[in-house]
T-cell receptor, first 114, second 114 residues
Framework: AQSVTQLDSQVPVFEEAPVELRCNYS??????LFWYVQYPNQGLQLLLK??????LVESINGFEAEFNKSQTSFHLRKPSVHISDTAKYFC????????????FGKGTKLSVIP | KAGVTQTPRYLIKTRGQQVTLSCSPI?????VSWYQQTPGQGLQFLFE???????NKGNFPGRFSGRQFSNSRSEMNVSTLELGDSALYLC?????????????FGPGTRLTVL
């Protein structure tokens, strides 16, 4: 069965410092991988996704994630965080074949400290 | 283009009652998925509908059911409510419901069971 693991439930970081949110997946078949962000009292918004091709994917607001097949990881990084990045981040996977079903990690609460 | 809308946004019910939640997808989207979000279990997949047919179902008891109408709007119903059903219920829509389609999430319905 496919599973997605986010190793850290909370990550505090000072403003303008770099951050890495970790995500590992396990699956016996190829997967698509996603990062979603959830701001307080809101639904989820897609941050970035890996479907195929280049293993490094970027979002428009400075986040990037690298698909690492050998380590079964899809860690999210940002070189310099802002207060507005404070939110909960979810890593998710979907099987390449079959009908669409996202499997989510438990989420990582990123708190940016001024 | 209007986003995914969910009604009501907040709901308070008592144990044993039933509840119906509504989701209106983005215009043109034919796939609607439902997720339950709780602090303990995180985000869990409930079911997915496409063209009025349930295509995929998560591991939830039969008290949880849903349907989709010809205009792609979807409802989910929970009968005989239990305290543990208190959660944020998220609806997401996508064009065709395949793994490469982006899922757009609504703001959710916060259900509290007393």
């Amino acid at each position: 069965a496919q599973s997605v693991t986010q190793l850290d439930s909370q990550v505090p970081v000072f403003e303008e410092a770099p951050v890495e949110l970790r995500c590992n997946y396990s699956s016996s078949v190829s997967v698509y991988l996603f990062w979603y962000v959830q701001y307080p009292n809101q639904g989820l918004q897609l941050l970035l996704k890996y479907l195929s091709g280049s293993t490094l994917v970027e979002s428009i607001n400075g986040f990037e994630a690298e698909f690492n097949k050998s380590q079964t990881s899809f860690h999210l990084r940002k070189p310099s965080v802002h207060i507005s990045d404070t939110a909960k981040y979810f890593c998710a996977g979907a099987r390449r074949a079959g009908s669409y079903q996202l499997t989510f990690g438990k989420g990582t609460k990123l708190s940016v400290i001024p | 283009k209007a986003g995914v809308t969910q009604t009501p946004r907040y709901l308070i019910k008592t144990r044993g009652q039933q509840v119906t939640l509504s989701c209106s997808p983005i215009s043109g989207h034919r796939s609607v998925s439902w997720y339950q979000q709780t602090p303990g279990q995180g985000l869990q997949f409930l079911f997915e509908y496409f063209s009025e047919t349930q295509r995929n179902k998560g591991n939830f008891p039969g008290r949880f059911s849903g349907r989709q109408f010809s205009n792609s709007r979807s409802e989910m119903n929970v009968s005989t409510l239990e305290l543990g059903d208190s959660a944020l219920y998220l609806c997401a829509s996508s064009l065709a419901g395949t793994s490469v389609d982006e899922q757009f999430f609504g703001p959710g319905t916060r259900l509290t069971v007393l």
